[in-house]
């Protein structure tokens, strides 16, 4: 095993630095938000890039926003490897999504120049510029374009919600211009993420660190049942087309079949809008959300048909109709074995309690795990809390999170 820091060193480091970063973008009760190309994104990159200089990163902007800095190799033929994640928050957000990857890939690249001096292949920490979709009605613009997913022009004609074009907000940040390098790159040889879990499974479970196998794959749906609007008191129950019945009936289907499931698939119905919403009014038309998510997806696929038949029967036996509009289908994405295989043999060499896990939500990882060798790490989440300033993990918890990082890059680049 490397040279690690000294507990108490690693410890004082980590807060300090996550607390330097949460200061751009609030930090404090109200929680951290720091959107693409605002002024405390742009604080925040600054800041970064300042502090890659400091321990002897070369930093660099590619055209889109994303910042590497980066540890020169021994070898000039060989890839990077890539570590990091992104700097942007939901608004009123906690300080430790995204930005703990980013101050992890920091302190590990520090450690290993200082005490093992250039790697033989390069390490470059990046600083991803987007990823949560906050600002505006685009995911993984960071990680899409180093990836070559997303492109520039997908940006034309999406505002904020003020009104301000996305092209402008670039601009006005200093991007998209071609003043930078392309953000499209050829020469990555794997990405590390570092992550806070945002869930409740390694707490619950007493373990230390998650080795992610797959991201799990998404469908999203509106579900729309119309019915008929009719007088509350003088409608007979048996002549109704009712649609808030129906719905209601069709989210049961759904819940049980889901709580049924012994395969890890979840299922969410989280809005629902009814017209014409009024109490002594049988409702017309009902349309709620739906939201199912495994890292199979086949199993996907299997729940939505078996559940979407029988709401066809159930509709039909109350005299509504159903309309589903899929408008999210992404799929499942498996991490590296190797990679995940290297992280398990150095926790075993720690004696480190971890497991095997799949992640729910979405992660740049899924971005970059199409595209290179990738492994998505996870440090546990208090209560699984998260996109709020309640976010928190313990110092002890972060220290072994960044010394698996360490000793990670170490076996890759060294």
Request: aromatic share 6%.
């Amino acid at each position: 095993m490397i040279e690690q820091p000294k507990p108490s060193a690693l410890s004082e480091q980590i807060e300090e630095l996550i607390d330097w970063l949460a200061e751009h973008g609030g930090g404090r009760e109200e929680g951290v938000t720091r959107l693409l190309y605002d002024p405390a994104w742009r604080s925040a990159q600054r800041a970064i890039e300042a502090k890659m200089e400091e321990i002897g990163l070369l930093p660099r902007y590619d055209d889109a926003g994303n910042l590497f800095g980066r540890m020169a190799g021994r070898d000039p033929e060989a890839r990077v490897v890539l570590t990091g994640s992104h700097v942007d928050t939901v608004t009123g957000g906690g300080k430790y999504d995204g930005a703990y990857g980013i101050v992890a890939a920091l302190i590990a690249a520090e450690h290993l120049l200082a005490h093992h001096g250039a790697p033989l292949k390069p390490i470059e920490v990046v600083s991803l510029c987007e990823e949560e979709g906050s600002r505006f009605p685009m995911t993984y613009w960071g990680s899409g374009h180093i990836t070559g997913v997303k492109k520039r022009e997908d940006a034309a004609g999406i505002v904020d919600a003020n009104g301000v074009p996305f092209e402008e907000a670039m601009r006005e940040a200093g991007f998209g211009y071609g003043l930078h390098p392309e953000p499209k790159r050829g020469d990555l040889e794997c990405f590390i993420e570092l992550h806070i879990e945002q869930g409740q499974i390694l707490e619950r479970e007493g373990q230390s660190i998650g080795i992610v196998s797959h991201i799990v794959g998404q469908r999203r749906y509106d579900i729309t049942v119309t019915g008929e609007s009719n007088h509350a008191g003088t409608t007979p129950m048996r002549w109704r087309r009712d649609a808030m019945s129906t719905a209601a009936e069709l989210i049961g289907v759904l819940m049980k079949r889901a709580n049924a499931d012994q395969t890890g698939l979840v299922a969410t119905v989280g809005r629902m809008d009814v017209k014409p919403n009024v109490g002594n009014v049988i409702a017309r038309e009902v349309t709620f959300s739906l939201d199912v998510r495994h890292e199979d997806s086949e199993t996907i696929r299997a729940f939505c048909e078996e559940c979407f038949k029988e709401f066809e029967t159930i509709a039909a036996a109350q005299g509504t109709s159903v309309a589903i509009r899929k408008w999210m289908d992404e799929e499942p994405v498996a991490m590296d074995a190797e990679l995940g295989a290297a992280a398990e043999s150095i926790l075993r060499q720690q004696n480190m309690a971890y497991r095997r896990m799949t992640s729910g939500a979405g992660h740049d990882s899924q971005v970059f795990g199409t595209f290179c060798p990738t492994a998505l790490l996870f440090v546990p989440s208090r209560g699984g809390l998260s996109h709020s300033p309640a976010e928190f993990t313990e110092t002890e918890d972060l220290e072994r999170g960044v010394k698996l990082l360490i000793d990670l890059l170490y076996k890759l680049a060294y």
